[in-house]
């Protein structure tokens, strides 16, 4: 597998992770069946996509795109979808996490 193919199934693996901690809320603690079995469903797909990714990427960029994707892609799903705060400090972290993974990746 090419690094660019590498890296584009990180991506969507990363987008995959923020389904699935959506999906997760929205099964209320596992409580409503069919957002359960998405949420599951969702947990596999990403695993294995970050896990074919891993096969060819440096393990600790990887992973620090990967979570960085998750952390503030879940942190805006938050803000649009349930109405979560969105203020300034939080706001500075995510850029501060976007920085930090943009570092990583333009070092590796």
Known sequence: MSPSLAWLLLIVSGITDVAWALATKKSAGFSEPLWAAISLVLLVIFIALLTKALTVLPLGTAYAVWTGIGAVGSLAAGVVLFGESSDAVR????AVTIL?????????
């Open 100 to 108: 930090g993974v943009v570092g990583l990746k333009v070092s590796s």
């Open 91 to 94: 706001l500075t972290f995510a």
